[in-house]
């Protein structure tokens, strides 16, 4: 019986492994939102006793807390790993957030009045990072905090009005939150579908060699005929048929190649202006990688416009080593096409911060 029961267990142990293994976003943010989820509960703990001895409010502070201690449980759920589908990138940190902002928005309806009164500097700078300046609803809770101020007093109808503007607030940054994963999707997708076009070049050009050959046939220095991997001389001009001769399978794979190289260095030099994030969504990693695919594109189309002479002057190297060398530049060259998506991540990250505009300034000049 208890080797059956060793047995029942081993699956169990092997899956919340394997859970853990694909967990996505970082340790550090999900222990975070474990802290912070147990400091709640104790203040709604002494909250809630609180409320609870005042007659008028006893009904209603039940109900609040009820919910609030439900929004809590549910985002500690959240975080375990057999709760959400293993391999969705840390989509659990973003439901769990979604839960402790509704539990804090409850609080502020539980809570006396004189404690709202203590959160509202804090709640005020979430507003004010979310909300434009002209916003009407921004305008309202800064006057109602100049009340206050004034007053020192609050009372049931500005409550109701900060506690909507705050869950407002929340849901605006959770939808900027969403908004970085769903750009992180889409650049990902972008990247395989460029990785398997890539590839499936660089197959053809093994297969077919002869079909689009990257060769020259540079009409000084006498009669011959160069390509990426090789060269050959003639007596006469060569025709087309015989530079497609000269051409050999692991052409495009070689250039290939070096425009991945070419474009990792770009992606490397890119590094000196990442300032990183501390979302749980890696977007300067999938901006890099995106580089990488591309610059194999370019080289190979780079060369290709070269030999069709798209570039006066240009359009007969005389060596494999001058085609190699353009390589590298038309590798590196794929930065004038992605630093348009850098620009665009960068937007998109700035955009979870508010509508500051210092905070906002960065995202025109493609800084990552």
Known sequence: MAGDQSQGQEPAR?????????????????????????????VLAATAKRAAADPERAAEAETFRAQAQEELQAAKDTLAHDSHPAMRRAAHLGSAQ????????LMVWLSPLDEVKGLLPGLLTLVEQQFAPSDPQRIEVTEIAREVRKAGT???????????????ARRLRQKETLRVRSFVR???????????????VALAGIKWPHMVPLCFAPSDGGFQVVCPTGSAKFAHPPDTQQIAGVAEGQDFLVIELIGVVSAAIAAAATLRRIRGTSLPYDVPVVLALLKLPTGALTAVLGLLLMRGGFIPGLSALDSSAQ????????????????????????????????????TRKPA???KL
């Open 14 to 42: 092997q899956k919340k492994w394997w859970a853990a293994r694909c967990e996505r976003g970082p340790w550090e943010q999900k222990e975070a939102i474990r802290a912070r989820i147990g400091e709640l509960e104790a």
């Open 98 to 105: 979604a839960h402790l902002d509704a539990a804090q928005n």
């Open 154 to 168: 609050l009372d049931l109808r500005q409550r109701a009005v900060l506690a909507e503007t705050f869950s407002l």
């Open 186 to 200: 889409i650049v990902t997708a972008v990247t395989l579908g460029l990785l398997i076009t890539a590839v499936v």
């Open 323 to 358: 085609i190699i060398a353009w390589a590298i530049i038309f590798g590196y060259a794929q930065q004038l096409f992605t630093k348009f998506v850098d620009n665009q991540g960068q937007a998109v990250l700035n955009a979870v911060g508010g509508p500051n505009p210092v």
């Open 364 to 366: 025109g000049d493609g």
